[in-house]
């Protein structure tokens, strides 16, 4: 995952190809942007004080023959309650 470009600045996570579960969790309090892949937390992606404003929209972008299915409403699963 990158920000901002696909071929430039830090990369950040880790690859995945086939099934999996990816965690998103956005911290308007503190305005950071993280996520889990399979229940494994992966730090914070980004953070800026742009994301402690509203509003916001979700957005998913896939690549490919790639398909999903968004879930929430859920509770904050423990390891994004750092």
């Given at each position: 995952?990158?920000?901002?470009?696909?071929?430039?600045?830090?990369?950040?996570?880790?690859?995945?190809?086939?099934?999996?579960?990816?965690?998103?969790?956005?911290?308007m309090?503190?305005g950071?942007?993280?996520?889990?892949?399979?229940?494994?937390?992966?730090?914070?992606?980004?953070?800026?004080?742009?994301?402690?404003k509203?509003?916001?929209?979700?957005?998913?972008?896939?690549?490919?023959?790639?398909?999903?299915?968004?879930?929430?409403?859920?509770?904050?699963?423990?390891?994004?309650?750092?």
């Amino acid at each position: 995952m990158r920000h901002g470009s696909n071929a430039s600045g830090g990369a950040y996570g880790k690859k995945f190809k086939k099934d999996g579960v990816l965690g998103v969790c956005l911290n308007m309090d503190k305005g950071t942007l993280s996520f889990a892949l399979d229940g494994d937390f992966m730090g914070v992606a980004y953070q800026a004080e742009a994301l402690r404003k509203g509003p916001i929209w979700p957005a998913v972008a896939l690549l490919h023959n790639a398909g999903c299915q968004v879930v929430s409403g859920k509770s904050v699963p423990s390891y994004f309650n750092r």
